[in-house]
Every structure is written in C-alpha cells, then in structure tokens.
C-alpha cells in the first residue's frame, strides 16, 4: 500500500477512537454497495458499484467536506469459482477494479489496487479543489454508479454455484474520507452503511442473452419540451416538461438492459424516455447510463435552461397555486402512502393531487407521468408499476390559467408473496326438492385474495367457476349427490365436500267432490 493509504488508515482509526465506537449512536449513513449478477461459469463479468451520499453525515454535498476518497475490500469466496485463484501457492486471481460512472474519465491523485487469494482492496482519491465528485445527493438507492469489479468466472464449474462478494470491515478497511483523510465515515462508527452482492453462476444461459454494449457513435440524448424546445434547437425553460430519450443507432435496448438517467441537478430517473422539469436556469450535464452484465456505457449532453417561464396571469379572483397548496400523495392496499413504506409491483396504487388552503378557480387539469412510460390524468388515478425501482413521477396542475409542476419520486418494492384468507365452510341444505332451487354458500376470502376462485361441483355432472359466492342450483332428479368446492386464490387452496338429497316432487292431491 502506498503513503497515503496508510496514512488514510491511520488518520481513520485515530478519528474513530476519538470518536468512541461504543458510545456512537446510528445515525444517518453514506452507502456503498456492490451489485449481483448471473452468469454462466467462463464468463468475464463486470459487477457494478455505487456510492450514495445522504444528507447529515460527516461527508456529503450538504457539507464542506466531500467524498473524495473510496477505499474498500471486497472478499469473494470461494475463491475457487474464479479464474486463477485455484492454486492457493500462487493466486492470480482474475479481478480488477475499473473506475466507471462519476469516476470515468477523472485521474486519480491516489490509485491503489492490492490482489490476494480471495480478495481486492482499492484505495482511490481525488483531488477536491481540481476534481470534485459530484454525487447526488440523496440518490435513489442504490445510488451513484463509481465503477465495477471485472471478474473471469472459472469455466471448470458444471453445476448452479454462488460467489459471494462481501465488504470486509476489518480495522476500518472499507472507508470513505475527504481528500485530506482528515475526515472519515466507517462501518465501525455507523456512518457508512454497506451492502453486499453476489455472482450467481448458472451453466444454464440466461434467457435474455445480453448483447454486447453499443459504442460512443451508437447511443445518444435527445430531449423535447412541452415549449418546443429540442436538442437541436432554443434553449428550454424552467417548469417546462422535457420528454428525455434514450436515442440508438444499430442498437435495440434488451430487456436484460439498465437506463439509468442523472438530470444534473440532483435529480435520476430510469427508462428509455422518462420526463423532467427543471426549477432553476442554469446549464445542467445530462448523463445516461446504459448497463448489463456485460458492463455499462455512459454518454453525456449538456442542456441549458435559460428563460424562465412565465404562466398566464389568472382571471381576477383566482390565486396562484404554489407546491405549498397541491401535493402529490398515494397510498394502496399493502399499507404504503407518500410518508411512509415501500408499495409493492402488481398492487394499485392510488395517486391523488391533495390541496392545502387552496380553492380551484376554474375546471382544473391534471396531467401525471409515473416514470415507466405511462401517463394518467385526473386529480385522482390509478397506477400499477410491473417491476420494483424507483420512479419519478411528474403532475402538471393548471388551474384559472397557473401552470404548476411537481415532481416526486416512490419506490417500489418487489411484490409481496400473499399469504390468503380461505373460506370453504360451506353451508348447504341437506335435502331439497327435485327442481328446486338449492343454495350454497360460503364466506367471501378476506380482502388480500381479490382473484380468489369458487370452483364448485354439484354431483351430477354439473360445474361451476365463480369470483364470488353463494350460489344455486336445481336438480333434475332425485337421489343423493356429493357436492364438493374448492377454493383457490394464489397457489393456496382449501376445499369442503358434502351430500345432498334429492326428493321427488311430492303427488299433487286431489280434491274431492260432494
């Protein structure tokens, strides 16, 4: 290790004793994560890397002390699963660090990389005043792309296998610090959070092959305002929707495909045309990162935001709606809301633009965007994100002629494995007439099982698929029938079965004569 990772080192173990670990209370904490992937055994694989800066910590953009400097040891076991670390005599084991993201392009002022049987240790520093970081700031987890660990996957494995990559806390070897090292967070001192990853190697290919990432000529950011502005044309303007597209040529973005967009004002988004609105003039660097298992590519275009856009004065009596008057709020079934929890993929979530001490003038509009290329309007929709992530969302409120837009974003966490409430009690009379009406019926599953299915059989051939129940049914003739229904939402089921008589229609009787 050179001089200045030991003295990193050294300046970090003294900040933490004055510290005092023990008596350090969690609080707020930087993150630094490591992806997973999926591969086949063989493969050269490039796992992605991202810091994220949260507000209240001792390094940050809301500070006067950055993070300029990464250092980490990734431990990957067993070591065996990549190339060139079998002979433990003499490890070569195939793994390198490559800087990517915000740290492309940008000289190092510190660059050490340390190999061993099992494990990687980098320490790269920038320098503040000629090179600042510019992470954004309460990023959306997992947070800034910085780079990937490239690794060569052993070709000798022939069945399912997992390389575990794990952040080795040792005597503070994971660290962030300013470019000084005066300053750092540690896992030790709960100021920095990491999360670990894996490499899953599968000799199955991957159904969704993942071509070959596009080059510098093949990728490019186009953009279209609701004002008219272009890429190629006048500059946009502040409160103006601009529609961003991830352009390609000779190139089709794959499902196995990341696009991960960063609006340069502290802002990200995903997907190939996600919409964003700037508050403030300004030139702004518009970055898109496309990224698969084969490594990621980025491309940047600068876009000036110049004249601010000025609404239509309202008619005499109206007032101007500001971001103090209409929230954007949500809520669905599994609990979540706009301040607190995660809502789930599959669920519906109920989008509502919420007013405080305002009164709508005229017949006002509502126009949404959800972040994953669909659109609603009216002041309360509904939505149903496919896959978890996090997704901008954009409302555009007009009213007596204000324009106002917001911007929010919510996270979406993977669907939930519901567990339902079955009812097969069945209630059933034990005998009925022969070509009367018979019911049945059981109560309703609870309100988490809305496909619940009713799959009843009545004995005489006859069967019945229902959402709901009770239900009736005649027989034609009489006798005894075994009737039997089965519940089933998800993939639980409960059943009930039962008999039934079936009477002969009594003999009408005659009246007599005097």
């Known amino acids: 290790m050179s001089q200045s990772g030991r003295f990193f080192l050294a300046a970090m173990a003294t900040a933490t004793l004055l510290a005092g670990r023990s008596a350090l209370a969690a609080g707020p904490a930087d993150a630094l994560t490591i992806g997973s992937v999926t591969v086949q055994p063989g493969d050269t694989v490039s796992v992605p890397l991202f810091v994220r800066d949260v507000a209240g910590t001792p390094l940050g953009g809301d500070r006067s002390a950055f993070i300029q400097r990464i250092q980490f040891k990734v431990n990957f076991a067993p070591a065996g699963r990549i190339s060139g ?88 070897a994971t660290a962030f610090a300013d470019d000084t090292a005066a300053i750092t967070e540690t896992v030790a001192a709960d100021t920095l959070r990491v999360v670990n990853g894996s490499i899953h190697l599968s000799p199955v290919a991957p159904a969704d092959s993942c071509p070959a990432l596009p080059g510098a000529g093949n990728l490019s950011i186009n953009w279209q305002g609701s004002s008219g502005c272009t890429t190629t044309s006048s500059s946009c303007t502040t409160n103006d929707p601009i529609q961003f597209t991830a352009a390609t040529f000779g190139y089709t973005i794959a499902s196995c495909d990341s696009v991960a967009w960063a609006f340069g004002d502290g802002i990200n988004g995903t997907g190939t045309s996600p919409r964003h609105v700037y508050t403030s003039t300004g030139t702004y660097n518009v970055s898109l990162t496309l990224a698969n298992r084969n490594g990621s590519f980025t491309v940047t275009k600068t876009i000036n935001v110049t004249t601010v856009a000025t609404p239509p004065t309202p008619p005499i009596g109206c007032t101007t709606p500001t971001a103090n008057n209409v929230l954007i709020t949500w809520s669905a079934p599994s609990g979540c809301s706009s301040i607190s929890g995660n809502c789930q993929a599959q669920e519906i979530v109920t989008f509502t633009a919420q007013f405080f001490n305002y009164t709508v003038c005229t017949t006002p509009t509502f126009i949404w965007t959800f972040g994953d290329d669909t659109a609603g309007n009216g002041k309360t929709v509904n939505h149903t994100y496919a896959a978890p992530g ?26 939930a494995v519901t567990t339902c409430a079955l009812g097969c009690v069945v209630v059933a009379p034990a005998s009925v007439v022969t070509m009367t009406s018979a019911g049945f019926s059981a109560p309703s599953a609870a309100a988490s099982c809305p496909s619940a299915v009713y799959s009843w059989s009545f004995g005489d051939g006859a069967v019945l698929t229902t959402g709901a129940a009770p239900v009736t049914h005649s027989y034609g003739t009489p006798g005894t029938y075994t009737w039997n229904l089965t519940v089933q939402p998800g993939g639980a089921a409960c059943s009930q079965s039962g008999t039934i008589t079936v009477l002969p229609v009594p003999p009408r009787r005659r009246s007599s004569r005097s």
């Open 85 to 172: 670390c079998a002979n433990p005599t003499f490890p070569d084991c195939a793994v390198e660090f490559i800087p990517a993201g915000l740290l492309a392009g940008r000289t190092p002022v510190t660059a050490d990389v340390v190999k061993n049987l099992g494990s990687i240790a980098v320490n790269y520093a920038y320098d503040r005043t000629t090179d600042r970081i510019p992470y954004n700031q309460l990023a959306a987890d997992p947070g800034d792309l910085v780079g990937f660990l490239k690794f060569v996957t052993s070709s000798a494995l022939q069945t399912e296998a997992i390389v575990a990559l794990s952040f080795d806390s040792t005597d503070d």
């Open 390 to 415: 996090t997704y901008p969302v954009l409302l555009r409120f007009t009213d007596g002629g204000s324009i106002l837009d917001l911007q929010t974003s919510i996270t979406i966490s993977p669907a």
